[in-house]
């Protein structure tokens, strides 16, 4: 599966942007998704991810600001984000787990997009 990211922008903090990750073929299939956000100088980290049986995965310090959810009726998988942060700038990754359930949420992931990036101005 391809996944493109879309939706990124700035934006000044306490505002609000979706991000959208479409699939090239049905998402359904694959075990869980996940959103990831690197900063400049910052290891990559996993910001939320969703089981296709339901299970979620918050970021401590994005919980109760962002929410993960998925269409997959148009192959695509979403991260709402609310009351942004500066410290929520960067660049904003969707993929597909590539383990079993068991894996999530820290498991090997793949196929992933180029990414969207989101700045969020102070």
């Known amino acids: 599966v391809q996944l493109v990211e879309s939706g990124g922008g700035l934006i000044q903090a306490g505002g609000s942007l979706r991000l959208s990750c479409a699939g090239s073929?049905?998402?359904?299939?694959?075990?869980?998704m996940g959103w990831h956000r690197q900063a400049p100088g910052k290891e990559r980290e996993l910001v939320a991810a969703?089981?296709?049986?339901?299970?979620?995965y918050y970021l401590n310090s994005v919980k109760g600001r962002f929410t993960i959810s998925r269409d997959d009726g148009k192959n695509t998988l979403y991260l709402q984000m609310d009351n942004l942060k500066p410290e929520d700038t960067a660049m904003y990754f969707c993929?597909?787990?590539?383990?079993?359930?068991?894996?999530?949420?820290?498991?090997?992931?793949?196929?992933w997009g180029q990414g969207t990036q989101v700045t969020v101005s102070s």
């Open positions: 993929a597909a787990l590539l383990g079993p359930l068991r894996t999530m949420p820290y498991g090997d992931y793949g196929h």
């Open positions: 073929e049905s998402l359904f299939s694959i075990t869980a």
């Open positions: 969703l089981s296709n049986g339901g299970s979620i």
